[in-house]
């Protein structure tokens, strides 16, 4: 058997679980390079001893995309920041650096991403390589934000990727699943940093549902949560400013934000769980205890919040068009039912891209996202809802719970055909392979 290089750490049959704790894996090595030279040293290695290898971030994927028996490599060897060329307007940063320290990096540097999504605690790399999106008119995924990355192949090779270089891995490996090799460093484009006007603003399911498309053109940045059994919904409108900044102030954005985002509302999903028949009352109360805000920040501060309750999550993207055809009967199937739901339904937008696999590729897509508090059933509200959007030509995240598979996705995406062409030529062996893979790839 090889060795890696000395500044490799590596643990043995140490058990991996992700942050909601519905998926874990115990592997046989757990290693943590610390260069692209000894990922690829890893890899090789992993190789000689029929293993398979599999890269993680911090562990907010609900899927098993990161799982695996074989070697399980950790990002905390990967983690610096290789440089930040204000001129080109780009920042190259290691695969384990997390989005909050990738944020303080360019708010410090008077820049900013265009876009993000509400949580900062995913690695670069675990980010982009599943889909992570926020939401907006014009600007797109976390991923579409990408101009190259560094990619370490089955057979140790390091390839950088972009436009101009090894251009058709870049359209297909700024979301890759884990699949065609381990991201070692990405680079995105970035902007002189700006200020956000976040407008949130209580109102009802229906003027929501008659408003979409205005709401979601008007705006740079629109996105709602509906309260499953009431009519009442959530509405936050992101949009440039010149301003002067006025964020929210200390102690009403620790009570909105930790007091009764997290704490309180920890409280009623453990009653929840306990007492189902208590949620329809406690979302009456929640919806209710909605008052409107409007600040003015930059944009991590904006696009972001804390989430500390932890739940499961699934999430499908449906063409923009059937967006309002979706929640109608997504709405009217809960009111039929038995369900009972603590969390509010999620929806967001993008714009089409030109990724491969992304949820948005080619075409303009809203998400609608599902979650259920940790340790709930969720099977039959996530069935019921999966049945509703595929019925409406959904793509499923790619790090949220879904029961899709290879058959269904090739229908779904045009590029598919590509994606796996690739997957092919780059991982013959299948040395990141894993059951998940094989199950929304085919083997």
Known sequence: ????????????????????????ARPRRVVAPASAAELAAVLREAAEDGLTAKAVGSGHSFTAAAATEGVLIRPEGLTAVRSVDRAAGTVTVEAGVQLKQLNAVLAAEGLSLTNMGDIMEQTVAGATSTGTHGTGRDSGSIAAQITALELVTADGSVLTCSADENPDVFAAARIGLGALGVVSAVTFAVE???????????MAFDRVMAEFDQLATDNEHFEFYWFPHTDSCNTK??????????PVPAVRGWIDDELLSNGVFQAACALGRAAPAAIPGIAKLSSRALSARTY???PYKVFTSPRRVRFVEMEYAVPREAAVDAIRELKAMV?????????????????????????????????????????????????????????????????????RDAEYLAAAYPRFGEFTALRDRLDPDRLFANDYLRRVLGS
């Open 1 to 24: 058997m090889s060795t890696t290089g000395s500044t490799t750490s590596r643990t043995a049959e140490k058990a991996w679980r992700n942050w909601a704790g519905n998926v874990s």
């Open 192 to 202: 002189p940093v700006f200020l956000l006007t976040a407008r949130e603003e209580p």
């Open 237 to 246: 409108r992101n949009n440039r400013s010149e301003g002067p900044a006025a």
């Open 296 to 298: 003015t920040d930059i």
């Open 335 to 403: 009111e039929r039912s038995d369900l009972r739901i603590s969390f509010p339904v999620e929806v967001r937008v993008a714009p089409a891209d030109d990724i491969a696999l992304s949820t948005a590729s080619g075409r303009d897509s809203a998400y609608v996202a599902v979650h259920m508090y940790r340790g709930s059933r969720y099977q039959e509200y996530f069935t019921a809802v999966e049945k509703i959007m595929t019925g409406h030509g959904g793509r499923p995240h790619w790090g949220k719970m879904h029961s």
